[in-house]
T-cell receptor, first 111, second 112 residues
Framework: QKEVEQNSGPLSVPEGAIASLNCTYS??????FFWYRQYSGKSPELIMSIYSNGDKEDGRFTAQLNKASQYVSLLIRDSQPSDSATYLC???????????FGKGNQVVVIP | KAGVTQTPRYLIKTRGQQVTLSCSPISGHRSVSWYQQTPGQGLQFLFEYFSETQRNKGNFPGRFSGRQFSNSRSEMNVSTLELGDSALYLC???????????FGSGTRLTVV
């Protein structure tokens, strides 16, 4: 079983709509969770971090964490063409000092 | 404040050669991690250094090695290059607390 899984295929959303991305993880010892955005040919950019159960909002982004279900999600409200990118879910396992990444979800915002 | 700096940005090497990549973390960050990104495998952890000590190592062959200097700058070395080593190599720095990891622009290595 992969440590972090992002199973959804490419996601196309109209401009102004909400994009919803999901991620599951296998290790209950995971303590920190991150969403990175990666534009084609660029390096990952941290957009959200979440450490405790519940929701965390930052501008148009909301991260949700449910440790009992081992589930992390990212909502992008009022999607813009500039949000078109690959979104990577990552988990940091306690004491490991490393990130485990999912394969990523490509988001395409259609004007 | 300056970000994570990786050099060089691009490299083309021949099979069998060796290569050294460099990473300068954000000032004050003592943790430096290295990742390999390929289309097939995604982002995979190579190793992590903190205060010149390797604290964790991923599942890569011994041809991949690294080190960290007293100023927190880090290098990774790949010996006896194989075609499959072609990838984007990313360095990330962290303060070691809750705050995430900041990635550099990466080094695109092509092995021919």
């Amino acid at each position: 079983q992969k440590e972090v899984e992002q199973n959804s295929g490419p996601l196309s959303v109209p401009e102004g709509a909400i994009a919803s991305l999901n991620c599951t993880y296998s290790d209950r010892g995971s303590q920190s969770f991150f969403w990175y955005r990666q534009y084609s040919g660029k390096s990952p950019e941290l957009i959200m971090s979440i450490y405790s159960n519940g929701d965390k909002e930052d501008g148009r982004f909301t991260a949700q964490l449910n440790k009992a279900s081992q589930y992390v999600s990212l909502l992008i409200r009022d999607s813009q063409p500039s949000d078109s990118a690959t979104y990577l879910c990552a988990a940091e396992f306690y004491g490991n000092n490393r990130l485990a990444f999912g394969k990523g979800n490509q988001v395409v915002v259609i004007p | 404040k300056a970000g994570v700096t990786q050099t060089p940005r691009y490299l083309i090497k021949t099979r069998g050669q060796q290569v050294t990549l460099s990473c300068s973390p954000i000032s004050g960050h003592r943790s430096v991690s290295w990742y390999q990104q390929t289309p097939g495998q995604g982002l995979q952890f190579l190793f992590e250094y903190f205060s010149e000590t390797q604290r964790n190592k991923g599942n890569f062959p011994g041809r991949f090695s690294g080190r960290q200097f007293s100023n927190s700058r880090s290098e990774m070395n790949v010996s006896t290059l194989e075609l499959g080593d072609s990838a984007l190599y990313l360095c990330a720095s962290s303060m070691g607390q809750e705050g995430g990891y900041t990635f550099g622009s990466g080094t695109r290595l092509t092995v021919v």
